[in-house]
């Protein structure tokens, strides 16, 4: 089953507003509604009293914030179109509420037709994997150079290893590429209890050497904030030590 693949955004956003062209990538517009981060704890700090030649055992608890990621969320509407080569409309299907992917990238050019999951342990080599599309990289990029490209460690609790730490999706498909169910990393985006609901796999371009973060559209689900999206993704970002430069992310959505 093929399925039409087009490019939604530029920098972040998290309303997609969707234009289509043919059955290529092309450029649609992103409408930004918010964006926060966490600002630290609230509560006045906790004090115990020292007195000379006591030992005493505490209880400290507290929260940072992930230096290493940036999070998206939001809803999807868009639809389907039968068109030529310049634009004109033989017959358009709309969808307030479609199924498919986003996706994002730091490549606002993906060679889609010879995606890929990620590897963990692929040889880091670059060595020709385009027989692996729709299947595993070998040759690609693994996940200790991933790390380094954002200054994270394996070891790090916010590493992509300690974060994608899943085989747990829904099969789905890329253009004419099938994704079998559990075959690729994956993590589970929270709701507001705490349970991992939104799917989110890593996927793998060997043609632009990136990594391409995937979130399974679900509709209407129960989000983070107790409100309905369609879909809640992590995408890497450097904030350590004195970064404070931005990565640009350009976003695509498959509908289906």
């Known amino acids: 089953m093929k399925r039409e693949l087009f490019v939604i955004g530029f920098f972040f956003g998290l309303l997609f507003v969707l234009s289509f062209a043919s059955s290529l990538p092309s450029g649609a517009g992103v409408s930004f509604i918010n964006s926060s981060r966490y600002q630290g704890m609230n509560a006045s700090n906790s004090n115990s009293s020292a ?77 020709d994997d385009s027989a692996q599309k729709g299947a595993t990289s070998l040759y690609g990029m693994n996940v200790t150079q991933l790390n380094a490209l954002y200054n994270i460690s394996n070891l790090d609790v916010d590493s992509v290893n300690g974060t994608f730490n899943q085989f747990n999706h829904a099969a789905f498909f890329v253009n004419s590429l ?21 799917e989110e796999v890593l996927l793998y371009s060997p043609d632009n050497r990136q990594v391409v973060f995937t ?25 350590h030590g004195a970064d404070t430069s931005t990565t640009q992310y350009f976003f695509y959505l498959e509908i289906g």
Not at 80 to 98: E, G, I, K
Request: glycine fraction near 10%; aromatic fraction near 14%; hydrophobic fraction near 35%.
């Open 178 to 198: 099938s994704f079998s169910i559990n075959e690729c990393p994956s993590v589970k985006i929270l709701n507001g209890t705490g349970v991992g609901v939104f």
């Open 215 to 239: 979130s399974i559209i679900q509709q209407n689900t129960i989000g983070f904030d107790d409100r309905t999206h369609d879909f809640q993704m992590l995408v890497l970002e450097d904030g």
């Open 51 to 127: 007195y000379a030649g006591n030992i005493t055992e505490i209880l400290i608890d507290g929260t940072s914030t992930t230096q290493s990621w940036q999070g998206y969320y939001g809803n999807v509407s868009g639809g389907l179109t039968l068109q030529d080569s310049t634009s004109n409309v033989f017959y358009n299907w709309s969808s307030a509420s479609p199924n498919g992917e986003v996706f994002a990238s730091v490549n606002s050019s993906i060679v889609w037709t010879n995606i890929q999951c990620f590897n963990f342990t692929a040889n880091g080599s670059y060595a």
